[in-house]
């Protein structure tokens, strides 16, 4: 019975292939191009339909041109062209370059609407394309299109495959046609309910989910216990991905806090021009990027990792400039030093409005940072885990440096003991200006990593500086641990509060809890024992 | 949109007439004082946008728009005679100080017409375009996100959709709303939500009246976690070719923003007018936007009254007002509602890899600006009209000027 009704959707899917292959030799290829030349939405939706089921050998490169916005035509002659990578211009029926082409090409335009039957199209056309990667695409864009007539495509190109990943790709795109589809055996529609459940993602959910309420009875009890399964599986994805989030929020905390733990942390400075040093760092990034986009557009990929050095550098210049002109002369007088950085931070902000323009600047993201992986159903974006790494390579760089070399051995002394350590033959006043200069160097690199998640403009830092005394103080004043700690409990606690409690009352309820924390213990997570310098 | 909440606030007050909010993006103020002005050979504009705080980065450039306007009024030889002077104070995106600098600059400078505020008309007609959405969007769309800043122009604009879909028939819990504080960066949770919501089997799209800011790390998000605009579209009321200058637009092909001008739109004045600008502010690279043309409107229609009058004299410049007539930049002609609102096409436009917008939609005509939403129990009674009945929200069922609704 089964092998009959196979037989049957053979021929009848046989039948409409050659329906198809018949209305589209009626017109000839000219006709169809010619549809392209009146830059009408539907019409050109009909000629990728028709171009698709034409088997011509230009239908591909054609439509791959229309996808890029490099398919021009000519209003005039009713002639159509592709421009290939090189510029060169080529006739669209025959594949040949042309030698004299019209002079004013336009442009063959393209909305969403289009670029689903494009993309559509392109998956049963390139099934069978000698690049894994192409092939891989192509399944994936049958998956999306559940296009019927692609189902005998499927079929060659399953039998051929060798690539385990595609094969599986590929199964699951047929599963997908066949579960939708209302002429297929319940059988072989059960089969593929089966193949989407191992699937097990939000797509799979969502093409179970769209079955319509007509199926047969056993088909929707096995796509509802199918669905069932999905959703518990996912619920527990959704926990790690909300851990993942998490540390991710609790990673950008601790690059703009890390700054801060040293300046207000271990010397006791309230420096409310903070943020700006991170704004500073994220310019510098900017400017690197255009000396490279401009004169070596071939290093791009290593534009952040030569801003890395820079920001230190600038923002520590600047920090350094700032402790000796203006809050030298404020040790001791907090609230004083509170409103001189303040006023300090308006001006750096309005110098760099005044500087660059009030406008966002972009700041590109080199390739190794730009799309996502998945692991398992945990989608995760290479930028976010740049960052992640990176705030921990300066974590632990800032950890060694305090820990082992002379200048933190002497740091540590000056917040210790100042009198002892000037007594010891320690210059203070060049350790306090070395560690501001460090700390604010810090938030400059914090800016080079910034400048890849929010917008590079004048008031970048603003939106860092209550994160960061929240970070520094919740975690203990003066204690780098307790800046990591807190960086990331705070983010975690912030990304498992925001699915119910939603963005804006999640933070509330952040700063209530810290706020109730603070009550209950001043001085902070991991308070600094022993007799600190100002205390 | 910020700033004329403020005035209105003012204007709502019967007896403040000579505060007068014209609803195209400019609030329009003028005083009796204006006769001093006249002794004197030049006439004094005040320009009220904010140079720091949170929104310079849309109104730095409309200041510049303003002095770039007066500076070709001027060449071609002022107005009734007279040199225009441009006088220039920061309200510091602080919204009480709107107000008082809008008062300062009337009483203390003595201006003639004070431009200023940040708004767009496309938020007025938000409605008109969202009910051709789903046929732009291409599918019908069984379920929305209304994504916005949480302050007082999304939460309206999302109380006027929700009503509007829910009377469309749309279950409640195909509607996900979500309001963000202002500036925020952490897009992770809510575009991971928004893939979620939009994969359940119904097509979905967002209608984004997030703010400024804080559109370039959602948008940014939006490109890294692969939302593309074939799978679930956003459709933005405040994005345009300004904020996405911060961006690399390559992830974000084919979303979509509503607005009543893009730069890309083909027209001869539209051509002279991205030229001189570009010559004005020396910079081959600067974008003009919505906002920007909406000054160009108003000022050319105050121009006119002006001429129209013979005299800057505000209550007679207010008076000649409504139906005077100003070429816009995408080819039609504008015109003043005696709402003191203008008349606008209407386009969406899909973003393209360069940063621009292609239009793929328009109102076939011009649509009139409307000052309170039909949609909205509180304002649907409520009507502006200062030709016949001198008042900014007359109640057509109490019959009274200044009172709310029942």
Known sequence: MRGFNGLLIALALAFIALVSVTLA????????????????????????????????????????????????????????????????????????????????????????????????????????????????????????????????????????????????????????????????????????????????????????????????????????????????????????????????????????????????????????????????????????????????????????????????????????????????????????????????????????????????????????????????????TYGRLWIICFTLIVFVALLAMLRFTRLGLEMRAVTQNRAMAAAMGIRTARIDALTFGLGSGIAGIAGVALSQIDNVSPNLGQGYIIDSFMVVVFGGVGNLWGTLVGAFTLGIANKFLEPYAGAVLGKIAILVLIILFIQKRPRGMFALKGRAVEA | MLMSKSIQAVVTRPNARWWLAAATGLAFAATGAIQTAKAQDTIKVGILHSLSGTMAISETTLKDTMLFLIDEQNKKGGLLGKKLEAVVVDPASNWPLFAEKARELITKDKVAAVFGCWTSVSRKSVLPVFKELNSILFYPVKRWVLAGTDYVYPRTTNKILEAYLKAKGVAAEDIMINYTPFGHSDWQTIVADIKKFGSQGKKTAVVSTINGDANVPFYKELGNQGVKATDIPVVAFSVGEEELAGLDTKPLLGHLAAWNYFQSIKSAGNDAFIAKWKAYTKNPKRVTNDPMEAHVIGFAMWVKAVEKVKSTDPDKVIDALPGITAPNLTGGTSTMLPNHHITKPVFIGEIKGDGQFAVVWKTPGLVPGDAWSDFLPGSKDLEADWVKLKCGNYNKVTKKCGGQAS
């Open chain 1, 25 to 380: 030799r009626a017109q000839s290829p000219g006709d169809v191009l010619a549809k392209f030349t009146t830059d009408d939405f539907s019409d050109t939706a009909e000629a990728v339909e028709a171009l698709a089921a034409s088997g011509d050998k230009m239908a591909a490169p054609i439509i791959f041109a229309l996808q890029d916005g490099r398919l021009l035509f000519d209003a005039k002659s009713k002639t159509v062209f592709i421009k290939d990578a090189s510029g060169a211009i080529l006739d669209a029926a025959t594949g040949q370059p042309v030698t004299a082409a019209p002079a004013e090409l336009e442009t063959v335009g393209i909305n969403n609407r289009l670029r689903r039957a494009i993309e559509a199209a392109l998956g049963t056309l390139t099934l069978l394309a000698p690049e894994p990667q192409k092939r891989l695409e192509a399944a994936l864009a049958v998956y999306k299109s559940r296009d019927e007539k692609a189902l005998p495509a499927l079929d060659t190109a399953i039998a051929k495959e060798t690539n385990a990943n595609i094969k599986r790709a590929l199964l699951e795109a047929r599963a997908a046609v066949i579960v939708l589809s209302a002429d297929a055996p319940e059988a072989a529609r059960l089969d593929a309910v089966g193949v989407i459940r191992a699937r097990g993602d939000q797509e799979a959910l969502s093409l179970l989910s769209s079955l319509p309420a007509d199926a047969p009875p056993a088909l929707a009890k096995a796509a509802a216990s199918a669905i069932k399964a999905i959703q518990g599986q996912l619920e527990i994805w959704n926990g790690v991905q909300n851990a993942w989030y998490g540390l991710s929020l609790g990673s950008v905390l601790l690059l703009a806090a890390i700054g801060l733990a040293i300046t207000f942390g271990v010397m006791g400075i309230i420096n409310m021009a903070h943020g700006e040093m991170v704004m500073i760092g994220a310019y510098v990034t900017f400017m690197v990027q255009e000396v490279i986009r401009t004169r070596y557009p071939g290093l791009f990929d290593y534009s952040l990792l030569m801003a890395v050095p820079l920001a230190f550098l600038v923002a520590g210049a600047i920090g350094i400039a700032i402790e000796r002109g203006i809050i030298r002369f404020l040790y001791g007088r907090p609230l004083e030093t509170l409103l001189a950085t303040w006023g300090l931070s308006l001006i750096l902000q309005q110098a760099v409005r005044t500087a660059f323009g009030s406008s966002n600047k972009e700041v590109g993201a080199p390739s190794w940072m730009s799309g996502a992986f998945e692991v398992g159903h945990l989608n995760i």
